[in-house]
């Protein structure tokens, strides 16, 4: 069964840190380009962050670029997505999202993806 599974979301601080992790089960990493969403309440979901196949590319919202910063380990067959400086706004379910590609260098932070996870909330507010 294919899973992809977001962790790390919880309450934190204007100004605090967070990391997310994606864990993908019954598939491997190597072939996806990775994908962070998010969506907070009354609005679209937006994307945050991508990385490619190679690792070697990455793409960042103006929102979060300089605070946000995403990395794969192919061996863990894990994602992750380190949240600094975090804001009220950043408040949103973040999700990840695999895309199946055979561009090694290559990311897009709009549609296309195959696997979605369910979601993690991430809440700043003091």
């Known amino acids: 069964q294919l899973q992809f599974v977001e962790s790390g979301g919880t309450l934190v601080q204007p100004g605090g840190s967070l990391r997310l992790s994606c864990a993908a089960s019954?598939?491997?990493?190597?072939?996806?380009?990775i994908g962070w969403f998010r969506q907070a309440p009354g609005k679209a979901r937006e994307g945050v962050s991508c990385i490619s196949l190679s690792g070697g590319i990455t793409n960042y919202a103006d929102s979060v670029k300089g605070r946000f910063t995403i990395s794969r380990d192919n061996a863990k067959n894990t994602v992750y997505l380190q949240m600094n400086s975090l804001k009220p706004e950043d408040t949103a379910v973040y999700y990840c999202?695999?895309?199946?590609?055979?561009?090694?260098?290559?990311?897009?932070?709009?549609?296309?993806?195959?696997?979605w996870g369910q979601g993690t909330q991430v809440t700043v507010s003091s």
């Open positions: 019954g598939f491997t990493l190597d072939y996806y380009a």
């Open positions: 999202a695999a895309q199946s590609t055979t561009y090694p260098d290559m990311c897009v932070m709009y549609g296309g993806y195959d696997y």
